[in-house]
């Protein structure tokens, strides 16, 4: 989301969302979780009700109603509620109504994950599946594919997935799969990784080093990250032999780069002159 009033309103249906699922056991939110992303696939597929959902011309009052009596007896009143408080809220596109949905749905996901204890697994494993992605170049244009059909392409995430991760894992990818944002899927899944740790309250490391770190190596890069960055950090280690030694952090867009073949870089431009 591009525009200041769409990301100010996603920010408060996120609240709404929290707020909403604050007294929800387990199953709650689950369904929660569930409606929510249904929700946003109807908007997907219903051009002309996203539009109507977002129309600013319309009395905030207007669209709600509009959304109340859509959901009626269809959705439990915790998803009802959170729908009708998201179509009030001003967006600078009809897509940014139905992606916000989306997203917030990820959102009552991951608290689901947070309060089984399962969330630090839930985010390694989507950080897992962006590499495997990544790496093998058969799959990830398969994927990433704007003009592919996103029944298909579910499919195939669900014979990858399916009985090998964390079953929120497999809904989390399913639902990017049916609906990218119109991005790609690598950055999709990338983006999942980040919300997940955004839930945690922590800042995300990608960390490439020559050889696999051990435990008590990634603890202490954990410990000096958090107290360079003033947060807490969650590191995710990938091997890469082109690093030669040393490794290479990033975190957002900012990289500390203390590799050996980085350095050589250097030095090969220094000498070009």
């Given at each position: 989301m591009q525009h200041i009033a769409s990301r100010e309103s996603l920010e408060a249906v996120k609240q709404k969302v929290l707020e909403v699922a604050g007294p929800l056991d387990h199953a709650g939110l689950a369904r929660l979780g569930t409606e929510l992303d249904a929700a946003s696939d109807l908007l997907r597929k219903q051009v002309a009700l996203r539009r109507t959902l977002s129309e600013g011309t319309l009395a905030p009052d207007t669209r709600s109603g509009i959304a109340a009596q859509l959901l009626a007896g269809?959705?439990?009143?915790?998803?009802?509620?959170?729908?009708?408080?998201?179509?009030?809220?001003?967006?600078?596109?009809?897509?940014?109504?139905?992606?916000?949905l989306r997203r917030v749905s990820r959102t009552a996901m991951f608290l689901q994950a947070e309060r089984t204890g399962e969330l630090d697994d839930v985010e390694d494993q989507l950080f897992r599946f962006a590499r495997i992605v990544e790496a093998t170049p058969d799959l990830s244009v398969i994927l990433d594919d704007p003009t592919a059909d996103p029944d298909l392409r579910s499919?195939?995430?669900?014979?990858?997935?399916?009985?090998?991760?964390?079953p929120l894992v497999v809904d989390l990818v399913d639902a990017l799969a049916r609906d990218t944002g119109g991005r790609s899927f690598s950055h999709?899944?990338?983006?999942?990784?980040?919300?997940?740790?955004?839930?945690?309250?922590?800042?995300?490391?990608?960390?490439?080093?020559?050889?696999?770190?051990?435990?008590?190596?990634?603890?202490?890069?954990t410990a000096s990250l958090g107290r360079i960055y003033g947060r807490q950090v969650s590191v995710h280690v990938e091997v890469d032999p082109a690093v030669?030694?040393?490794?290479?952090?990033?975190?957002?867009?900012?990289?500390?780069?203390g590799s050996v073949s980085a350095k050589l870089d250097l030095l090969r431009r220094r000498l070009a002159g």
């Open positions: 269809k959705v439990s009143e915790e998803t009802s509620s959170a729908v009708q408080f998201a179509v009030r809220q001003p967006w600078s596109s009809a897509r940014d109504l139905q992606e916000a499919r195939l995430v669900d014979e990858l997935l399916r009985g090998r991760a964390n999709g899944v990338r983006e999942l990784v980040d919300q997940a740790a955004e839930r945690s309250d922590k800042l995300v490391a990608i960390v490439k080093s020559a050889v696999a770190l051990s435990a008590e190596q990634t603890s202490r890069l030669i030694g040393g490794m290479r952090v990033q975190i957002g867009d900012e990289v500390i780069d």
